[in-house]
Every structure is written in C-alpha cells, then in structure tokens.
C-alpha cells in the first residue's frame, strides 16, 4: 500500500465539513427538486429533471472523490513536526530581490488554496523551501523562470 499523504487538521476538517453538506444539505435539496419535476410528467422534455439528475451526479461524483480523499491521508499538526527548517505544515515568510514579500503555508496535496497562501509540498516552490532554515537563499525554479528568494521568517501552527 502506497504511503498516505499528509493533510494538516484544518485541511481534514474542510473536507469533512464538505462531505457533511453535501450529504446533509445539498443532496436532499437536489432530490426533492428532482422529485418536484419528475412528478410534472414527461421527464424526456424536462430540464428541471434532466438538470437535477446531472447535479446528482456531480454531487455523487464529488462524495466518491472526498471519501477516496480522506482514505488516503494521514492527519499531521504541523505543531507536531515544528523544527528550525521548513517541513510540512510550516508557514514561510519570503523576501524576493525587489523586496516584495510573501507568507506561504506548506501543506499536502488535497487543501493546496493559492489564494490562501497554501502551496503543496511538491509544488515547484514548496519542494524548493523544504529543508532550508531562515536566513538561507532559496532558489526556485518555475516554468517563467528562476527567482531567487531569501527565507525571512518560519513559524508551524
């Protein structure tokens, strides 16, 4: 068996809250409106009906997705794993040469959220960070090119 990939708490508990309204809101809303539109009669012709079944679908798509999801990781607390050099779960301040900075949060494959600053441990950037403590030069290599960074500030949890 593959080894699990990590996910920290936060991450697990975004994906439970999903599955929960999905299963508990979202699901049984969708059933009783395809229920509504089946009981209108011809449902060849009806796009309630036809809408409503693809949206199940999806709904059961993304259930089967988020179960496989959770079987597959292991919940890490980034607290847990604090050293002095990045690892998973460690939230990075960086510095490029123009003096624009940037907060970044290591995390696993699943809660990966660019807008929040949570980049994967195997992104270009973050396979870049790991190991490296602060103060240290980061070079990372990205398809429009190299940059070069300078670790200013580590912190986990």
């Given at each position: 068996m593959a080894e699990k990939?990590?996910?920290?708490?936060?991450?697990?508990?975004?994906i439970q809250d999903e599955m929960r309204?999905?299963?508990h809101e979202?699901?049984?809303?969708?059933?009783?409106?395809?229920?509504?539109?089946?009981?209108?009669?011809?449902?060849?012709e009806n796009a309630e009906y036809i809408y409503g079944k693809k949206k199940l679908r999806e709904i059961d798509r993304r259930m089967r997705y988020l179960t496989?999801?959770?079987?597959?990781?292991?919940?890490v607390d980034p607290k847990d794993n604090?050293?002095?050099?990045?690892?998973?779960?460690?939230?990075?301040?960086?510095?490029?040469?123009?003096?624009?900075t940037r907060c970044y949060t290591i995390v696993g494959?699943?809660?990966?959220?660019?807008?929040?600053?949570?980049?994967s441990m195997k992104s270009p950037m973050g396979k870049a960070l790991l190991g490296?403590?602060?103060?240290?030069d980061v070079v990372v290599v990205r398809p429009a090119g190299e940059?070069?960074?300078?670790?200013?500030?580590?912190?986990?949890?």
């Open positions: 990939r990590p996910i920290t708490p936060e991450g697990y508990e975004r309204r999905l299963w979202d699901r049984p809303r969708i059933v009783q409106e395809v229920a509504d539109a089946a009981a209108q009669g011809d449902r060849s496989k999801v959770t079987k597959q990781v292991k919940v604090a050293a002095d050099f990045v690892q998973f779960g460690a939230t990075v301040d960086l510095e490029d040469e123009d003096g624009k494959e699943d809660e990966v959220d660019a807008k929040r600053g949570r980049i490296h403590r602060v103060g240290d940059i070069e960074l300078v670790l200013t500030g580590l912190k986990y949890g």
